[in-house]
């Protein structure tokens, strides 16, 4: 565009015989951009509105280069009507038709709307091109009939290019680089027509005019080259085009056409064309009303579906109300059966490991103290799975109470590694522990021995053969902090905030069968927050867990 901008200067320091030449040059070289552009930033498929593009401008070109010829090979105007003419008239459609490509690819609306919108602006280009530049022809000397003919078409096209234009000015999406450029070409081109036309007997080469003209063919060269035309906007997927500010000016503008014209007839001491201006003002009015309407219509509709889907949220919002009460009723129900169950588990599970108890004392045949052990076990097993469901159940209906006394955590936790020591020799995983002297805090033992089983347990239970557990007791920063890491299957980043949920269990538990109810550690953080300490988890799928209490000091 800089280089063009360059030779229009150059093209106004020219004599008029080489200016003629280097106008076509300069054209042909648009052209040609233009195809190398729609070449190297679009596909095959898309690149229809520009080609038409380019060879409208061509036929343009082509009338240049046929009025060159005359004018430095013949040192003559070319007749009128000529050759020249058929060109010229032949390049408006294609742009046109490349310009309604354009905004169909950009999701311009056939709806009842956006026809009345193209409607209103179509009716007024009309009216303005009728009463300037069309009759204006009625009423000069022509040789023929035809040549009046041809030299009336040219407005009649310039009105097609300027509804185009306008579309483009209202059309849909947001403006991309591109799209600026192809508007302002187009606006150029327009623009140049209307005043040729308004000084067609004066207009000679060389004239000014042809500035706008010659920036017109470089500036849309430019749109084509340039990359953004891949995307020449977002599209508008919108049902209905928007009555955006743009839009309803323009709509205003035309809106107020006939009367403009009307009045700048009269100050100018223009012959008035009353008929045409009362058809043009008449034809305006009744597409506005019926816009209006439109609009009415739309408003109504908005306001009807509003309360429609307010009556719908509201609805629902009742339903989902009930529901959710529902869904309270359920699990209230649900922890009442879970507690009377164990409550009743309970007993006989007592009694079971009692009576087991004592017929070991009184057996001697190694096998079946093996199968009695095997009971026992297993009803351990039971009786603990209860006590969790009991204190589950408990936590649902209000806090922790604890029974709290001075409590020495270091002592606990050797205690609890001491007695974790079996289960982790029969799992094959070794078990290490590290601690230093921390200050006595106040809480309830068994509550924290509970705390450190469950841990320890669920550290070696996720740990593979042969992996290793490490617990260690600090103070830090004015707390004591516990540690409990395993190299074992680890967690998922996205399942740490359910971890300490009841009934939670995570999914590489689930792929590796290991058996848990997913109470462990929801009592466990119950019992750290009714401490007042905190409770978190860190590890990745395969590196481990690390599982890290942090208790206040006294007194802090």
Same mark, same amino acid.
């Given at each position: 565009?800089?280089?063009g901008a ?5 093209y106004?320091l020219?004599?008029?015989d ?15 951009a ?9 596909p095959?498929?898309?690149r229809?509105?520009?080609?038409l593009?380019a060879f409208?401008?061509l036929?343009?070109? +082509?009338g240049?280069?046929i009025? /060159?010829?005359?004018? %430095? #090979? =013949?040192n003559?105007?070319?007749?009128? @009507?000529?050759?020249?003419?058929a060109?010229?008239?032949a390049?408006y459609p294609?742009?046109v ?5 354009v ?5 311009a ?13 179509f ?5 303005v091109?009728w ?5 204006p022809?009625?009423?000069m ?11 009336m +078409?040219?407005?009649?096209?310039? /009105?097609?290019?300027? %509804? #185009? =234009?306008?579309?483009?000015l209202v059309? @849909?999406?947001?403006?991309t680089?591109?799209y ?6 187009v ?6 027509d209307?005043?040729?036309?308004l000084?067609v007997?004066t207009y000679?080469g060389?004239d000014?005019i042809?500035?706008?003209w ?7 060269a430019?749109?084509?080259l340039?990359p953004?035309m891949?995307?020449?906007?977002e599209p ?6 928007r009555l955006?500010?743009?839009?309803l000016?323009?709509?205003a503008?035309?809106?107020l056409t006939?009367?403009a ?7 100018a001491?223009?012959?008035v064309?009353a008929v045409?201006?009362a ?10 009303l019926?816009r209006?309407a439109?609009?009415?219509r739309?408003v109504?509709n ?12 509201e609805?629902?919002q009742?339903?989902l109300?009930?529901q959710?009460?529902?869904?309270v009723e359920?699990?209230?129900l649900k922890d009442?059966?879970v ?8 007993t006989?599970l007592t009694s ?5 108890e004592?017929?070991?004392e009184?057996?001697?045949d190694?096998?079946r ?6 009971i ?6 039971l009786l603990?799975l209860v006590?969790?469901l ?6 649902q ?5 604890l029974?709290?006394?001075?409590v ?7 205690q609890?590694v001491?007695?974790a020591r079996p289960?982790a020799?029969?799992?094959?995983v070794?078990l290490?522990?590290e ?10 033992p068994?509550k ?5 089983d ?8 996720f740990?593979p ?14 707390t004591?902090r516990?540690?409990v890491?395993d190299t074992?299957?680890?967690?998922e980043e996205s399942e740490?905030?359910q971890?300490?949920?009841r009934f939670?269990?995570a999914?590489?538990?689930?792929e590796?069968?290991i058996q848990g109810?997913?109470l462990g ?9 009714a401490?007042?300490?905190r ?12 599982f890290v209490v942090?208790?206040?000091?006294a007194?802090?």
């Amino acid at each position: 565009m800089g280089a063009g901008a360059l030779a229009i200067v150059i093209y106004f320091l020219l004599p008029p015989d080489e200016q003629s030449i280097f106008y076509v040059a300069i054209g042909g070289a648009s052209v040609a951009a233009i195809f190398v552009g729609a070449a190297r930033n679009l596909p095959q498929g898309r690149r229809l509105p520009w080609q038409l593009f380019a060879f409208g401008l061509l036929g343009q070109v +082509a009338g240049d280069a046929i009025f /060159a010829f005359y004018e %430095v #090979a =013949l040192n003559r105007e070319p007749p009128s @009507p000529s050759v020249a003419d058929a060109f010229y008239l032949a390049g408006y459609p294609l742009l046109v038709l490349g310009l309604v490509l354009v905004l169909r690819e950009l999701g311009a609306q056939t709806s009842r709307t956006a026809i009345l919108d193209t409607v209103v602006i179509f009716s007024a280009v009309a009216l303005v091109q009728w009463v300037f530049f069309v009759d204006p022809y009625n009423h000069m000397r022509f040789g023929t009939e035809f040549a009046r003919e041809v030299a009336m +078409a040219y407005p009649v096209m310039d /009105a097609l290019l300027l %509804v #185009a =234009l306008a579309q483009l000015l209202v059309g @849909p999406g947001g403006r991309t680089r591109a799209y600026r450029l192809l508007l302002g070409s187009v606006a150029l081109w327009v623009i140049a027509d209307e005043i040729y036309g308004l000084n067609v007997n004066t207009y000679q080469g060389g004239d000014w005019i042809d500035a706008l003209w010659l920036g017109s063919y470089i500036v849309w060269a430019g749109a084509a080259l340039e990359p953004s035309m891949a995307r020449i906007a977002e599209p508008d997927r919108r049902r209905l085009p928007r009555l955006s500010h743009t839009r309803l000016l323009v709509l205003a503008a035309a809106s107020l056409t006939a009367p403009a014209t009307l009045l700048i007839e009269r100050l100018a001491h223009h012959r008035v064309h009353a008929v045409v201006i009362a058809i043009g003002g008449g034809v305006l009015a009744i597409v506005v009303l019926l816009r209006l309407a439109g609009l009415v219509r739309a408003v109504e509709n908005a306001g009807r579906a509003e309360r429609e889907a307010r009556r719908e949220a509201e609805q629902a919002q009742q339903l989902l109300a009930f529901q959710n009460q529902q869904l309270v009723e359920i699990d209230r129900l649900k922890d009442e059966f879970v507690s009377s169950v164990s409550h009743e588990l309970r007993t006989p599970l007592t009694s079971i490991a009692g009576y087991v108890e004592l017929l070991l004392e009184e057996e001697t045949d190694d096998y079946r103290r093996g199968h009695l052990g095997i009971i026992e076990r297993n009803a351990g097993r039971l009786l603990s799975l209860v006590s969790d469901l009991l204190f589950a159940a408990r936590l649902q209906y209000g806090s922790l109470e604890l029974e709290r006394a001075p409590v020495d955590l270091r002592t606990l936790v050797l205690q609890s590694v001491d007695s974790a020591r079996p289960r982790a020799h029969a799992a094959s995983v070794r078990l290490e522990v590290e601690t230093r002297e921390v200050p006595t805090m106040q809480g309830e033992p068994a509550k924290l021995a509970q705390l450190l089983d469950n841990l320890i347990s669920n550290a070696i239970k996720f740990t593979p053969r042969q992996g290793r557990v490490d617990v260690r007791l600090d103070r830090r920063d004015g707390t004591i902090r516990l540690e409990v890491s395993d190299t074992g299957i680890g967690i998922e980043e996205s399942e740490r905030e359910q971890l300490f949920e009841r009934f939670f269990r995570a999914q590489s538990a689930l792929e590796h069968q290991i058996q848990g109810t997913g109470l462990g550690l929801y009592i466990s953080k119950a019992i750290v927050d009714a401490h007042g300490g905190r409770i978190g988890v860190d590890g990745a799928p395969g590196q481990g867990t690390t599982f890290v209490v942090e208790f206040p000091e006294a007194g802090r």
